[in-house]
């Protein structure tokens, strides 16, 4: 027996990927992921829903036990209100509890980790960005990672070859 459905719960909820930021993973090891609110003005909100967003320069920084992201940018609608000078590359507040901030704060200040964005995301109608606490890969472990991609597509494709000729 089909379920029946209500029209209203049909409404998209904007559950998604916003932004990737796919350098990350090449110039970082990641440790530890952590999702974060983003303070956003309405603007910033219509620029998101229509993807005009930016995080792969981005990044985060702690001053004064807040959290902060720096270089990311969200570029305005052409229809978007003409009341406001629009920033597209302001700093935005994040969103996190004091103790994971206070947590972070050794991260970043004793070990020397960075607060990298990694990917932006919608979490029921709030805008969620995702960081991630890693340190930056060496060149030689940049190399090692390229290596070992372009090995496990090669072997995929001899795995497949020899599957269809069986």
């Known amino acids: 027996m089909a379920k029946k459905t209500d029209p209203k719960s049909d409404k998209d909820d ?31 909100v219509k620029s998101l829903r229509a993807g005009r967003v930016n995080i792969t320069d981005g990044y985060a920084i702690i001053r004064h ?17 003409t009341h406001i000078d629009p920033e597209e590359r302001r700093t935005r507040k994040l969103l996190l509890n004091r103790r994971e901030i206070d947590r972070l704060v050794g991260q970043v200040e004793r070990k020397g980790y960075t607060l990298v964005p990694t990917a932006m995301y919608w979490k029921h109608n709030l805008v969620k960005l995702e960081l991630g606490l890693g340190q930056g890969k060496k060149e030689h472990d940049k190399r090692d990672a390229i290596k070992d991609r372009e090995w496990q597509i090669e072997k995929a494709r001899t ?4 599957n269809r000729d069986a």
């Open 14 to 44: 904007h559950k998604g990927t916003i932004a990737l930021n796919k350098r990350a993973r090449h110039e970082y090891h990641f440790d530890e992921r952590i999702e974060a609110g983003i303070a956003l003005h309405g603007w910033e």
């Open 65 to 81: 036990g807040e959290l902060f992201l720096f270089g990311a940018q969200i570029m305005p609608l052409a229809s978007a209100s």
């Open 159 to 162: 795995l497949n070859a020899k």
